[in-house]
């Protein structure tokens, strides 16, 4: 244990202290013996080490974090080809304006995945590998269908209505992110992926909590249409995906589990299934029968 008081660095070792300050040489330990600054530096580096060693040896659930630069050099590689796109057409798409304040929770995604992250890396160890095998399920399977079937999307304005910090910022995240490789929408499974991560942490005992992270959940899916960054087609198909990937990892498998859920809550995770997947794929299929050959 280290800690400071009036200028003066203690460092607990067993019952002894060792101190000393900046301005001089010696180093007491508790009149047991001596030693000088620069040997007591290097066991206090050697000690921050063997914690750190030691934290990762009894939480080896984080080397899953090598994912995401793994995941983020993929998706750069997959964004700078060029091979031919195919641009999705969605009527619905039309109706809906853009409005550039949407951009504020549609950035607060980065910050709600590294927050659900670290709080459930620190938190709850099998909370936060679902919440890693989430992520590396989802990203995986959205870049396999860029790589196999890369889709385009032409709605971003070419002006935008209004000059404000807000349109500048969309502006900025349109220069960085090329209008391609949308479908489905990271976005949307990153979202949905923090809601369930939370709503099944033991950790998280205030409802208000889960409630709060699944609206801004929400709020993140719809801003990703109004500021003209994916299609409805792309949030659908995110939504179906995320779908699959929940029942996979969060269901109640097993009758030991099931027999600690009511029936009218295995009832109602059944419909919601069973009708969010029938109205993806009846939404891909209307899109895909009207695209332009």
């Excluded at 530096?41 to 060693?53: C, E, F, L, P």
């Excluded at 304040?101 to 679902?130: E, H, N, R």
């Excluded at 304005?157 to 995240?173: E, H, K, Q, T």
């Excluded at 891909?284 to 050959?293: D, G, M, Q, S, Y």
Aim: one cysteine or more; hydrophobic letters at 50%.
């Amino acid at each position: 244990m280290i800690f400071s008081q009036h200028g003066v660095y203690f460092f607990s070792i067993g019952k002894y202290y060792i101190y000393y300050r900046y301005n001089s040489e010696r180093v007491i330990i508790k009149g047991k013996a001596k030693c000088n600054m620069e040997t007591s530096g290097i066991a206090h580096k050697k000690g921050v080490m063997d914690t750190i060693k030691s934290w990762v040896a009894h939480n080896r659930q984080v080397w899953l974090t090598l994912y995401v630069p793994a995941y983020l050099i993929v998706f750069c590689l997959l964004q700078a080809r060029q091979v031919p796109v195919r641009t999705v057409h969605f009527a619905f798409d039309y109706r809906i304006p853009f409005c550039e304040y949407f951009i504020i929770p549609y950035c607060a995604w980065y910050f709600l995945l590294i927050g659900v992250g670290l709080y459930t890396l620190l938190k709850d160890k099998t909370s936060f590998i679902k919440y890693m095998l989430f992520m590396m399920i989802g990203y995986t399977a959205c870049m396999l269908v860029y790589w196999v079937y890369p889709i385009a999307q032409d709605l971003r304005p070419a002006v935008f209505p209004r000059d404000n910090f807000c349109s500048r910022l969309v502006g900025l995240i349109y220069s960085m992110d090329p209008p391609f490789n949308i479908l489905p929408s990271m976005h949307v499974v990153g979202s949905f992926m923090c809601a369930a991560a939370v709503a099944n942490c033991p950790t998280v005992k205030r409802t208000g909590s889960k409630v709060l992270v699944s609206l801004l959940a929400v709020v993140i899916s719809i801003s990703t249409v109004f500021v003209k960054q994916h299609s409805v087609l792309d949030t659908v198909a995110a939504f179906a995906l995320s779908i699959i990937i929940f029942f996979i990892l969060y269901a109640p498998w097993g009758k030991a589990k099931r027999e600690r859920i009511s029936p009218p809550a295995q009832r109602n995770w059944l419909i919601g299934g069973i009708a969010g997947f029938a109205v993806s794929v009846l939404c891909i299929k209307f899109t895909l029968e009207n695209l332009p050959l």
